[in-house]
Nanobody, 124 residues
Framework: QVHLVESGGGLVQAGGSLRLSCAAS????????MGWFRQAPGKEREFVAT????????YCADSVKGRFTISRDNAKNTVYLQMNSLKPEDTAVYYC?????????????????WGQGTQVTVSS
């Protein structure tokens, strides 16, 4: 099974940047499409970005397009989410997820493994 641990969250002012990391262990990381999701209090889990196993294909939610970038380093078994120009509405717990099979997806139900989440708070 795949174990995922997110890190890099914190408190940042609007307009600032953060880079989240997701370290994977177990399974075969290089063979898994990965995704980032977020969940704010009282709201359902929301798609943020996804990346193919090779890293060749990515897709981001319209709400973060042009500001967030997903990437991966398979040699380090790590996926990243670079977040720039942060807004207060980006405040949420951010989760890393891995698919057991299949490619990039924006749907939480397609993912088989999840990290514990890391809090991102953007102040206005």
């Amino acid at each position: 099974q795949v174990h995922l641990v997110e890190s890099g969250g914190g408190l940042v002012q609007a307009g600032g940047s953060l880079r989240l990391s997701c370290a994977a262990s177990g399974g075969t990381f290089s063979g898994n499409a990965m995704g980032w999701f977020r969940q704010a209090p009282g709201k359902e889990r929301e798609f943020v970005a996804t990346i193919s196993a090779s890293g060749s294909f990515t897709y981001c939610a319209d709400s973060v397009k042009g500001r967030f970038t997903i990437s991966r380093d398979n040699a380090k078994n790590t996926v990243y989410l670079q977040m720039n120009s942060l807004k207060p509405e980006d405040t949420a717990v951010y989760y890393c997820a891995a698919r057991g099979k299949g490619g990039t997806s924006s749907w939480p139900v397609d993912y088989d493994y999840w990290g514990q989440g890391t809090q991102v708070t953007v102040s206005s």
